[in-house]
Structure formats: structure tokens, C-alpha cells
């Protein structure tokens, strides 16, 4: 009989012990779940953060894409408006005074890019003074031989 007391012990204590460890079992899953979703909701963030920096470079692009071309518009108008100064027989010397620039930096507009006379009819037709500044550098009292 002492026997039937040990294997009934025996037994009552595998089955608590079975009991503790599907307990255990069950807690371990649960967390694992639990892991598992925050690891999603992780990924999901992540994703998000660079999509969000694919959209942002693509908005910079086409910002410094829009910014370009209103740059350039704007120097084609500073050239349109140099020439156009040129165009009244102003020396290109005094332009650069005027504007404050450099006689190197004041140049005619190229004809494909500046703004034709048929396109401003109020405006004088372009008028070209290269020989009136071979003039003016003439008499400036320098001895050519020099």
C-alpha cells in the first residue's frame, strides 16, 4: 500500500507539474504574440519613416527643379535688360558703372535667347556699337606704340 501512496503522489505531482508547465507554456506564447505584434507595428514605422523621406526628396527635386528655371528666367531678364541698355548706344563701360558690375560681366544678349524687336515693337531695334566703343578706347589719349 505504501507503494499505491508514492505512485499516487507521484502522479498528483507530474500532473501539477504538467499544469505549471503548460502555464508556463501558455504565458511564453502569449508573450511571443506580443512580441511579434510589436515587432509588426515596428516594421510598419520604419516603412512609413522612408516613405516619407522618398516623398520629401522627391518634393526638394522638384523644388530646386522650379527654382532653376525661375533663376535662369531671372538672368535672362538682368540680360535682356543690359542689352536693352546697350541698344540706347550707352558705352558698355558706362552700363557697368550704372549697374555696378564688371565691363566683362556686361554683355548682348545672345539673339536666340534675348527678347526680339518684333516680339517688344516699342522698343528701339538693336543697334550694334562695337565701332562706336573702338571710338572711345581711341581717345583715350593712350600711345598705341606703348
Partial sequence: MAENRKSAKQTAARKAAREQAAQRAAEF????EQLEELAVEYFVAVDAVAGIEAAAEERIAAIR?????QVEASRADAADVVGQMLDTKVTR???????GLPVREVKRPKRG????????????PAVDDSA???????????????
Fill in 65 to 69: 527643379a522650379e527654382t532653376e528655371q
Fill in 93 to 99: 563701360d558706362e552700363v557697368a558703372e550704372r549697374l
Fill in 132 to 146: 562706336r566703343a573702338d571710338e572711345c578706347d581711341v581717345d583715350r589719349g593712350e600711345d598705341p606704340a606703348a
Fill in 29 to 32: 506564447r502569449r508573450r511571443q
Fill in 113 to 124: 535667347t534675348a527678347t526680339s524687336t518684333a516680339e517688344r515693337p516699342d522698343e528701339l
